[in-house]
Nanobody, 125 residues
Framework: QVVLEESGGRLVQSGASLTLTCIASGRAFSTYIMGWFRQAPGKEREFVARIKWADASTHYADSVQGRFAISREYGRRTMHLQMNRLKPEDTGVYYC??????????????????WGQGTQVTVGS
């Protein structure tokens, strides 16, 4: 079973940069895709970005395209989300998530089987 732990969230000002990290642990680490989602108060959890573990190909939500960059360290089971030019609307709890097996869909929360506890990102105006 995979266990995910996020870190790096904090309060920043609008326009700042921040990097989130997700570390995966567990005896069996079969990974097809890892992704980032976020959830603002009173809103549904939304897709942010995902990365295919084997070839590091990426996909982003339109709202973060060009500002955020997802990456992974293959041997260290670690994923990062570099967030630049942050806006107040980027505020929320950011979750790391994992898909173990091949799937055609990877931008819905229901596609992911394992989740971290989340890390809070707050962007002040």
């Amino acid at each position: 079973q995979v266990v995910l732990e996020e870190s790096g969230g904090r309060l920043v000002q609008s326009g700042a940069s921040l990097t989130l990290t997700c570390i995966a642990s567990g005896r069996a680490f079969s990974t097809y895709i890892m992704g980032w989602f976020r959830q603002a108060p009173g809103k549904e959890r939304e897709f942010v970005a995902r990365i295919k573990w084997a070839d590091a190909s990426t996909h982003y939500a339109d709202s973060v395209q060009g500002r955020f960059a997802i990456s992974r360290e293959y041997g260290r089971r670690t994923m990062h989300l570099q967030m630049n030019r942050l806006k107040p609307e980027d505020t929320g709890v950011y979750y790391c998530a994992h898909i173990a097996k091949t799937t055609d869909s990877s931008d819905r929360a229901a596609d992911y089987g394992t989740w971290g506890q989340g890390t809070q990102v707050t962007v002040g105006s």
